[in-house]
């Protein structure tokens, strides 16, 4: 915003400028028969300075610019992968406390299992393998409902 009125003064202070020389080099253009003058030599080299001069400033702003840009697509990236990275931490920590519960579960039924008479065996429902692979797939998804499935088996009993 501030660039645009800095590069307009900059502008009429070399066409001030400009003018003048090309007066001065009017002037003393009738010196010198051989090429022109070195008055002309000098003003043909400063106005080629000037002009590289301002052609590098655009190339650097472009430049600029284009780094800033890559900047904030990468702060934006970053601040994506630090959502997921916060996501997976929590699923990981969720899924941990879960196979922490099912490892008690697990040894619960297992030590309770081994220790059980016969009597308390038969009290347990007859149920296919394949009732019980499913009712346990459940159990990973709502180990409570292992229990009740359980329960409810006992009571019909």
Same mark, same amino acid.
């Given at each position: 915003?501030?660039?645009?009125?800095?590069?307009?003064?900059?502008?009429?202070?070399?066409?001030?400028?400009?003018?003048?020389?090309?007066?001065?080099?009017?002037?003393?253009?009738?010196?010198?028969? &051989?090429?022109?003058?070195?008055?002309?030599?000098?003003?043909?080299?400063?106005?080629?300075?000037?002009q590289a001069a301002?052609?590098?400033?655009?190339?650097?702003?472009?430049? #600029?610019?284009?780094?800033?840009?890559?900047?904030?697509?990468? *702060?934006?990236? *970053?601040?994506?992968?630090?959502?997921?990275?916060?996501?997976?931490?929590?699923?990981?920590?969720?899924? &941990?406390?879960?196979? *922490?519960? #099912?490892?008690?579960?697990?040894s619960q039924v297992?030590?309770?299992?081994?220790?059980?008479?016969?009597?308390?065996?038969?009290?347990?429902?007859?149920?296919?393998?394949?009732?019980?692979?499913?009712?346990?797939?459940?159990?990973?998804?709502?180990?409570?409902? #292992?229990?009740h499935s359980l329960?409810?088996?006992?009571?019909?009993?």
């Open positions: 915003m501030g660039d645009a009125s800095d590069e307009e003064k900059k502008q009429s202070k070399r066409s001030k400028k400009e003018q003048s020389e090309s007066s001065l080099s009017e002037g003393s253009s009738g010196s010198d028969t &051989k090429g022109g003058s070195k008055d002309d030599k000098r003003s043909i080299r400063l106005k080629k300075n000037r301002q052609n590098f400033r655009k190339r650097q702003k472009v430049y #600029l610019q284009d780094l800033e840009s890559k900047v904030s697509n990468l *702060n934006a990236e *970053n601040a994506e992968h630090k959502a997921k990275a916060e996501l997976l931490v929590s699923e990981n920590h969720m899924i &941990k406390e879960q196979l *922490n519960y #099912l490892r008690l579960f697990v297992v030590g309770s299992s081994i220790s059980a008479n016969k009597e308390s065996l038969s009290l347990l429902p007859n149920i296919t393998a394949t009732e019980l692979h499913a009712r346990l797939q459940a159990a990973v998804l709502d180990p409570s409902s #292992l229990l329960q409810s088996d006992q009571t019909k009993k």
